[in-house]
Each structure stands twice: as C-alpha cells, then as structure tokens.
C-alpha cells in the first residue's frame, strides 16, 4: 500500500519542486540583468528613465523587441522571462487584496521583468546596428 501514495505524492510535489526551480531561474535571470547598464538608445526607444522600469512597461518592450533580428541565444531566456510575468500577473490578480506585502513584491519583480526585457532589447539594437554596418562595409 505505500507504492501507490509514494506515486502520488511524486506526481502531486514535482510540478511543485519545477514550478520552485523555474521561480528561482527567472529571478536570477532578473537579478543578472539589473547589473546591465542600458544604452543611450536603448532608453530612448523603450522610454525607460532610470535603473527601474514598471511592470506595465513589459509588453510594449515584447512588442518592441519583436521588431528586431534575434542575435541568437536570447530567445529562451526572453520566453521564460515572459512566462514569469505572466505568472505574477496570475498570483497578483488572485492575491493582491489578501496579501498587500505580496502584492508589492509582485509588482517589484514585474518591474524586473520589465528591465530584463529592455536589457535585450538593448542588445538586439546593437545586433541590428552590427548588421547594418557590416552590411555598409561590404
């Protein structure tokens, strides 16, 4: 009789223990990125101010990241980032009036999510602009 509840309490922690690990890969994806400075450019595109972005700001930089040629690389990390979001999105609406604190920390690594999001956007311009110029010097 242990065999099947040992199953089950697999099968009922796992998505458990992945959802954790995924949790904890995008907030160090975050964390890495806050440590990039964006370029001149790269503020002036995406409207970006300061060292922190809001999390509204997010989608307008997928759609903005959307226009440029992918250097190869990025697009994984983008697509967890992404999910991420969506994932806070998700908890926020659900928690928001029980938990304050929580709601606060949700919207702090939206924010992040944000600025990981102008981080390769950033790094896409300079792709473009790598491709454009080498396309000139031919």
């Given at each position: ?118 981080v390769v ?18």
């Amino acid at each position: 009789m242990i065999g099947p509840f040992v199953a089950t309490a697999i099968i009922a922690v796992s998505p458990l223990a992945f959802l954790q690990f995924f949790a904890w890969y995008c907030h160090s994806l975050i964390a890495k990125s806050r440590e990039v400075g964006l370029s001149e450019s790269a503020r002036e595109i995406s409207g970006v101010t300061r060292r922190t972005v809001r999390g509204d700001q997010f989608i307008r930089l997928r759609q903005l990241i959307a226009l440029f040629p992918e250097p190869g690389g990025d697009i994984y990390k983008l697509r967890a980032v992404s999910i991420y979001f969506g994932m806070l999105g998700f908890i926020h609406d659900q928690l928001s009036r029980a938990f304050p604190a929580a709601a606060k920390w949700i919207e702090l690594e939206r924010s992040g999510c944000a600025y990981a999001a102008a981080v390769v956007l950033d790094g896409r311009m300079t792709y473009s602009r790598t491709l454009i110029s080498r396309q000139l010097v031919s």
